[in-house]
């Protein structure tokens, strides 16, 4: 029987695994789509979403933004157990650290991952296939130097614009390792919440924890340059927070 939820995803996508992490962490169950990255529009948009992904289905309601997806599963389930917190100051600060590493964190660590992933076909395959159908497989693997072309020039992604997202990305991390200076083991409340969530997952790209709900290439598999920046931010106390969130939270 099909479950109820329907996620839409592109697999590897950190704003997916964001979706994807809050739907376990509320042990909803539901049923994901992977589709490769552009051919996701067909199902994005045919489901009522938008251009991005992840889109969560719900009966006849469109989920296609992670936070709203969030948002939705704290109301609908959050008990004991919430994403954010109900005291009015601590949400506001939880809030704006989201939409801080959904603007400033996420779109850096994807450039960056595709820079390094997209000049290897086959490292690009073993991340977009899991789960796709096989006729999108095709298409995306035959239409791949289309694709790529079509993917370098819509996430701008050029060495120069590159050197410029890892800057932005130690300067999140520098933003979390701050707030981390004075002891406290979560972001926001002493309580696991949706800024621990979405720091994590989208820091995820740049640190590789072995515990992402999707295929992530290995590290020894990567180029160096990559594998260095890895290493300097998993050192880093952001990277090392980040780790440990998916360790004992994911
Ligand atoms: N604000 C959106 C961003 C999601 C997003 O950027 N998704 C990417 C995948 S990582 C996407 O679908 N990109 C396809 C496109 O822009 O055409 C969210 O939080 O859900």
């Known amino acids: 029987m099909a479950l109820p939820y329907r996620l839409i995803t592109i697999g590897p996508s950190h704003y997916c695994e964001k979706a994807r992490w809050a739907l376990d962490f509320f042990a909803v169950p539901y049923s994901e789509e992977p589709h490769p990255p552009l051919l ?6 045919s489901s009522g979403g938008g251009r991005t992904v992840p889109v969560l289905v719900v009966g ?48 850096h660590t994807r450039r960056i991952a595709y820079f390094h992933l997209l000049p290897h076909r086959s490292l690009t395959l073993a991340a977009v296939s899991p789960g796709v159908g ?24 050029n060495p120069a614009s590159v050197e410029r997202s890892v800057g932005f990305v130690r300067q999140a991390f520098a933003t979390v390792g ?48 990559v594998v260095d920046l890895i290493s300097e931010l998993r050192g880093s106390a952001a990277g090392d927070f980040g780790l440990r969130l998916y360790r004992d939270h994911r």
């Open 40 to 45: 996701h529009w067909a199902w994005s948009l």
């Open 60 to 107: 006849a309601r469109v989920l296609d933004d992670s936070t709203a997806i969030l948002r939705f599963l704290d109301e609908q389930y959050g008990g004991e157990r919430r994403l954010y917190p109900t005291d009015p100051e601590l949400r506001t600060e939880v809030d704006e650290l989201e939409e801080l590493f959904d603007a400033r964190l996420g779109p």
């Open 134 to 157: 096989a006729g999108q497989r095709m298409v995306f693997s035959l239409g791949f130097p289309v694709f790529r072309w079509l993917m370098r020039r819509g996430m701008n992604i």
């Open 178 to 225: 701050d707030r981390l200076a004075d002891g406290r083991g979560f972001l926001v409340g002493g309580a696991f919440s949706a800024a621990d969530l979405s720091f994590a997952a989208l820091a995820a790209p740049v640190l590789l924890p072995p515990q992402y709900g999707a295929a992530l290439p290995s590290l020894e598999a990567l180029p160096e340059a």
